[in-house]
């Protein structure tokens, strides 16, 4: 069974902190890391993708790979109300095409 | 703003309808996708095409059909439910089949099985 975990949550996080979203896998094959912003009653939006180990950085958001760790975080820089979501964390384990979600972690910012 | 748009936004079926949800992609991709998901839960993959041919089914109920007329267009039929069925049902989108292609969402459509 090919698994990605994440803890449920609410991980919350005072408005101008930084959030800390974490992911393990299970499959030494994947290749491939997504990050899903997902609102309540809306659909997932891709805020980040990663391929390789280390960090990858677009505006407040830092993607960091550990392929031998087999981890994966997001960092929310200057966390704003608007980033209260829950966050996919997504795995391409081999199958061509074939997305393996974790179930997601709920970020609360907080005023 | 999502290129992926689907409708019905909503829709209420009772368990002996058909109906079918609709989604359309204007990112020029070659792969199209239909996900479930259900509250509180990941999104399930039932279903993806590419070139407009099935490339995976995830054994999903043959209450379920897909559709895809063409590289833009992806249908899902819908008939004899079962109230289980109700979930957000979204369409996704991709330049191929590629492991590092990302894959981006219409906004879904929200079924309920009466």
């Known amino acids: 069974q090919k698994e990605v975990e994440q803890n449920s949550g609410p991980l919350s996080v005072p408005e101008g902190a930084i959030a800390s979203l974490n992911c393990t896998y299970s499959d030494r094959g994947s290749q491939s890391f997504f990050w899903y912003r997902q609102y309540s009653g809306k659909s997932p939006e891709l805020i980040m993708s990663i391929y390789s180990n280390g960090d990858k950085e677009d505006g407040r958001f830092t993607a960091q790979l550990n392929k031998a760790s087999q981890y994966v975080s997001l960092l929310i820089r200057d966390s704003q109300p608007s980033d209260s979501a829950t966050y996919l964390c997504a795995v391409n384990t081999g199958t061509a095409s074939k997305l393996t979600f974790g179930t997601g972690t709920r970020l609360q910012v907080t005023l | 703003d999502t290129e992926v748009t689907q409708t019905p936004k909503h829709l209420v079926m009772g368990m002996t309808n058909k109906k079918s949800l609709k989604c359309e992609q204007h990112m020029g991709h070659r792969a199209m996708y239909w996900y479930k998901q259900k509250a509180k839960k990941p999104p399930e993959l039932m279903f993806v095409?590419?070139?407009?041919?099935?490339?995976i089914n995830e054994s999903v109920p043959s209450r379920f059909s897909p559709e895809c007329p063409n590289s833009s267009l992806l249908n899902l039929h819908l008939h004899a439910l079962q109230p289980e069925d109700s979930a957000l049902y979204l369409c996704?989108?991709?330049?191929?089949?590629?492991?590092?292609?990302?894959?981006?969402f219409g906004p879904g459509t929200r079924l309920t099985v009466t």
């Open positions: 996704a989108s991709s330049k191929g089949l590629a492991g590092w292609d990302e894959q981006y």
């Open positions: 095409y590419s070139y407009e041919k099935l490339s």
